[in-house]
């Protein structure tokens, strides 16, 4: 039996080796005409306000303008990622392209919406694995994506090995 045959696949890809990890399975397990490798990146103000909620929604008391140099090298910064992320998966055999959302609101939403636009058949997410208190306080953007998207979702869990690793043990 081979692969299941997709049009469109896509790759949430923040540059990390679990994400690493899913462009392997996904050009493992699935056959698909186009591959998008996506990298959501927000701005300076999102992060500043994204991490001030880790705080107890306390603003922190020096200044926390962020010019457009700050945000251009945030950007810069994530399209090399976005690149790396595209170079891997044409490596592995995808007929692969990047693509690059802004997050507004939150990373899994913002992925969420991007397989809406991009209507994709399949999104391939990695989880880093925490557990123990920092599972607890906080939930992963793959487990919130797999609960919100209303696509089928891949989910390549951190404890997996890497695709060659797992090739002959069937």
């Not at 591959?35 to 603003?59: D, I, K, N």
């Amino acid at each position: 039996m081979g692969r299941p045959q997709c049009d469109t696949i896509m790759v949430a890809y923040d540059g990390g080796p679990n994400a690493d990890r899913a462009i392997g399975y996904a050009a493992h397990y699935l056959s698909a005409t186009t591959c998008h490798v996506v990298t959501a990146w927000e701005t300076g103000m999102q992060q500043s306000a994204r991490l001030s909620t880790y705080s107890g929604g306390m603003q922190p008391l020096l200044d926390t303008r962020f010019d457009s140099q700050v945000d251009a090298a945030l950007l810069a910064e994530a399209e090399q990622t976005n690149a790396r992320g595209v170079d891997l998966a044409r490596q592995a055999g995808l007929t692969a392209t990047g693509r690059m959302v802004e997050v507004t609101s939150t990373v899994w939403g913002t992925l969420v919406h991007a397989a809406d636009d991009l209507d994709v058949d399949v999104l391939v997410i990695g989880t880093r694995g925490a557990s123990g208190l920092k599972a607890l306080l906080r939930s992963s953007v793959a487990e919130r994506v797999l609960k919100h998207c209303h696509r089928p979702v891949l989910v390549v869990p951190a404890g997996c090995g890497a695709v060659e690793e797992t090739a002959g043990q069937n």
